[in-house]
């Protein structure tokens, strides 16, 4: 069955039919699907006609719906009947491309590429590079950031990655409220989550610089940080998010913002999808660059050796700084100090 593997591979893909059918594999975090969003928009345009697929995963498939192109939905469950008869159906398919939008080598890719039946396979040269039959460059996830070494995989297919907008693209709506400020406490790990005194504290600095409505938002399995958070801060200004059922009410939440300031990633784009100013607080030993936004005002702060020692003033400082640059209209992000 795997007899095809080792076959020649080069950096351009074969001339495909007018109407092609192309699968992507995004199986993994919420975060990478959110920010591969303008690869299908940039596949769209060059290919008008395309139908696609896409494979996701339990951990990502809530942001499936936001997406900005129709697909059909191929969801990777980890159980091994499902994920056979999920196999057969995209045999079925018989898509004439299947490209793999991980750049780092997975079991799981390498068995749907090797077995979807696609006509041209298209992905990273690493180690599971056998199953495809087009490959491009690695680059190394700290020299360049995840949109780019995402976008090399355009460049076999005729699209100049250097001429297509890379910013998150969602299919979500701006309901701005003026004067909202969201505050996320929460991340995959208590190491990258904030504590609710010190963000308790960020709040209170907020509403002293003139807004008055901070949102805050918390994970689902974390929601006492946020409501710790919201006691702490002890006004009325101050209100934990109301509880959503899925992840689209939870981004139109995120959307209604005018400011953000965040522990985790993939809030973050959907923030930058909506052109929402940020601050970044990360850990200093983990250098986040690879997930930076684009395209937004933004300031990070990174506290050592974690963010449960969190500082407010340094956060508060950086806060007012990127008010004076919105306010001034500055649209390029300054560099990471």
């Given at each position: ?7 020649k591979?080069?950096?351009?893909v074969?001339?495909?039919p ?12 919420m ?8 690869f ?6 060059k290919?008008?006609?395309?139908s ?16 900005p192109?129709r697909?059909d939905?191929?969801l990777?469950?980890k ?7 999920l196999?057969?159906?995209i045999?079925r ?14 079991v799981?890719s390498?068995?749907?590429m ?10 990273v ?8 039959t ?7 996830q700290?020299?360049?950031h ?5 976008a090399e ?12 907008d890379?910013?998150p ?8 409220i ?6 996320n406490?929460?991340a ?12 308790a504290?960020?709040?209170?600095g907020?509403?002293?610089r ?8 918390s994970a689902?399995?974390?929601r ?5 958070t919201v006691?702490l801060a002890?006004t009325?200004?101050v209100?934990?998010?109301s ?13 209604s913002?005018?400011?953000?300031i965040?522990?985790d ?6 923030a930058?999808?909506?052109?929402i ?5 990360l850990?200093s ?17 990174r ?7 969190l500082e407010?003033e340094?956060v508060?400082?950086l ?8 306010s001034a209209?500055v ?7």
């Amino acid at each position: 069955m795997l007899g095809f593997l080792g076959g020649k591979r080069s950096g351009t893909v074969p001339v495909l039919p007018v109407e092609p059918s192309i699968l992507l594999l995004r199986q993994d975090r919420m975060g990478d699907l959110l920010m591969s969003s303008f690869f299908l928009v940039a596949l769209q345009r060059k290919f008008p006609s395309a139908s696609f697929g896409m494979v996701v995963g339990k951990n990502n498939v809530g942001a499936f719906p936001l997406l900005p192109v129709r697909c059909d939905k191929f969801l990777y469950s980890k159980n091994p009947v499902r994920d056979l008869l999920l196999l057969l159906r995209i045999r079925r398919k018989k898509f004439d491309l299947a490209i793999d939008l991980t750049d780092k080598a997975s079991v799981t890719s390498s068995i749907f590429m090797a077995l979807s039946g696609a006509k041209v396979r298209l992905g990273v040269a690493k180690e599971n590079s056998t199953v495809y039959t087009v490959t491009v460059p690695q680059f190394s996830q700290y020299s360049r950031h995840v949109t780019e070494r995402v976008a090399e995989m355009l460049r076999p297919l005729g699209i100049d990655p250097a001429a297509v907008d890379k910013r998150p693209v969602l299919a979500l709506k701006s309901n701005t409220i003026s004067g909202r400020v969201g505050l996320n406490v929460s991340a995959r790990t208590a190491e990258r989550s904030a504590p609710p005194k010190a963000m308790a504290e960020i709040a209170r600095g907020v509403i002293d610089r003139g807004f008055k409505d901070v949102i805050v938002f918390s994970a689902p399995d974390d929601r006492s940080r946020g409501t710790e958070t919201v006691r702490l801060a002890g006004t009325p200004f101050v209100q934990a998010a109301s509880r959503t059922s899925n992840f689209v009410e939870f981004a139109e939440q995120v959307a209604s913002c005018e400011y953000l300031i965040t522990v985790d990633t993939s809030i973050t784009q959907i923030a930058a999808a909506m052109g929402i100013p940020m601050i970044l607080l990360l850990r200093s030993e983990i250098d986040q660059f690879p997930w930076l936004p684009l395209g937004i005002p933004y300031e990070v702060y990174r506290q050592k050796p974690d963010l449960t020692t969190l500082e407010p003033e340094p956060v508060l400082a950086l806060f007012g700084r990127l008010l004076e640059r919105t306010s001034a209209a500055v649209t390029v992000p300054e560099e990471d100090q």
